[in-house]
């Protein structure tokens, strides 16, 4: 059980209040549907959080709010009712309480929470930033953490008068930027915008860059269900133009440029690439309108990280860049969970008592309990044999988010499992084009049945 919210001093823009919940029973698809015209201005609003603390207490406050530029995100799908993530963030009405904005995310802090180090007595700090549309009025900004039982509680509450101050542009990074656009398909409201950062490409290697970045844009094109749908994608890239090296940073072998943008070794795990200054890099991110962010990562050495919502991050030249990269977008991208569970990972994993947020993973084992369900030929058992026969099959597969028992995978082999040339399952698949079809603003992809659960 974590203790509330602890009371810290923040800019006047905004003021810090007590966590304050949904109701219980309140479901935000039983509430009026926002209108965006009526409720906010086409511009994006950035709020920086800083969380601190370890395993057993924490606090959440505001480092910076402000604006970035015009708004990526869809204007029809305001509310997220996937239930996917650690964390959920809900903008209300100051005065109704109406739902307005949602959207559900994961955090690499959260991740070190389960770590040894965070059951320890040193807290730590983590960066958390929440970006949606300008409201037109006052709103209350309320900030969820999925406990124990799998539902959100609240962690966080913070106040918000957009007419009461100013709300000055976001501090650019004095640093220039070549911007490039490589694919653009439509307007930014109604498409997935993708925004790769560069890392590690100084200016002697801009035409790498470029390659690399076409590399990655023909991995999508040539693997479904991303091919399918590339139509409904902008990719657009950035690279701070400099003559240094830049990164990674590989801690194990000490090397640490100063401009590295991630590092290897991550929590102790010498494959783990991520972010290694969540604050530059978002300022860089924030100078062009997106809605999902991609590091790429100008080494050799096989690496790389997703969280849901919040990053993805691959290197370039290892000997499975192509899978790396759709392994860990899937992560970052749709919030699929890792399928494998015989490779050791930096943070610590016991068997769930509560069913996954994951929607390819799950503790169930019964056909009308199955997440999937509807995808499971009667034929086949449950739970279903580890076996070749079964190969293609959408069943329960025993092994899972690095679990070998109790958790079930929904095939036998997926690209959130095994490397090569392995494409996604049927319920990765599945899940990959429902978080498409709700980025860009659509309520279903074509040819994406309608099931029990709702996209």
């Given at each position: ?235 657009r890239a950035i690279r701070a133009r400099s003559a240094s090296a830049g990164g990674p940073a590989e801690p194990r072998k000490g ?38 962010l991609i590091v790429l990562v100008n080494t050799a050495r096989y690496g790389g990280g997703g969280v849901f919502r919040q990053f ?144």
């Amino acid at each position: 059980m974590k203790s509330p919210l602890a009371i810290v001093p923040v800019p006047l823009l905004v003021s810090l209040l007590l966590a304050a919940g949904t109701p219980a029973g309140v479901c935000a698809t039983s509430l009026p549907k926002p209108s965006f015209e009526k409720h906010f201005q086409a511009t994006t609003l950035r709020m920086d959080l800083v969380r601190a603390g370890h395993a057993e207490e924490q606090s959440w406050a505001i480092e910076h709010v402000g604006v970035e530029g015009a708004w990526a995100g869809s204007r029809r799908l305001l509310i997220d009712t996937m239930d996917l993530g650690e964390l959920l963030f809900e903008v209300r009405d100051a005065e109704s309480g109406q739902l307005l904005f949602s959207r559900g995310f994961s955090s690499l802090f959260s991740e070190w929470l389960s770590t040894s180090e965070a059951r320890g007595p040193n807290a730590r700090a983590g960066h958390e930033t929440l970006r949606f549309p300008l409201p037109r009025h006052p709103v209350r900004i309320e900030v969820k953490e999925r406990g124990e039982n799998g539902r959100f509680e609240a962690a966080a509450s913070f106040s918000l008068d957009p007419s009461r101050y100013d709300l000055a542009p976001w501090p650019k990074l004095p640093i220039p930027l070549e911007v490039i656009d490589l694919l653009h398909n439509g307007a930014m409201e109604s498409r997935v915008d993708l925004l790769v950062v560069a890392d590690g490409y100084p200016d002697s290697q801009a035409e790498k860059f470029r390659r690399d970045l076409n590399r990655l844009l023909a991995s999508l094109a040539s693997e479904e269900p991303w091919a399918s749908a590339l139509d409904l994608f902008n990719l657009r890239a950035i690279r701070a133009r400099s003559a240094s090296a830049g990164g990674p940073a590989e801690p194990r072998k000490g090397l640490f440029e100063p401009e590295a943008l991630t590092s290897f070794d991550t929590f102790g795990s010498p494959r783990y690439l991520c972010p290694k200054n969540f604050r530059v890099l978002e300022d860089l991110a924030g100078s062009v309108p997106h809605d999902v962010l991609i590091v790429l990562v100008n080494t050799a050495r096989y690496g790389g990280g997703g969280v849901f919502r919040q990053f993805t991050v691959s290197t370039a030249d290892s000997e499975f860049d192509a899978y790396l990269f759709l392994h860990e977008f899937g992560h970052g991208f749709a919030g699929l969970g890792d399928e494998y569970y015989t490779s050791a990972v930096a943070y610590e994993t016991p068997t769930p008592s509560v069913e996954p947020w994951e929607p390819n993973l799950t503790l169930q084992t019964e056909r009308s309990a199955l997440k999937w369900g509807q995808l499971v030929q009667d034929s086949t058992p449950l739970p279903t044999p580890d076996d070749a026969r079964f190969d293609g099959v959408v069943g329960a597969f025993e092994g899972g988010g690095y679990r070998a028992h109790g958790v079930f995978r929904p095939a036998r082999r997926c690209k959130m499992k095994d490397k090569g040339a392995v494409g996604y399952c049927a319920v990765c698949t599945r899940a990959i084009r429902r978080m498409i079809a709700f980025t860009a603003g659509l309520d279903e992809l074509p040819g994406q049945r309608r099931t029990r659960e709702a996209p």
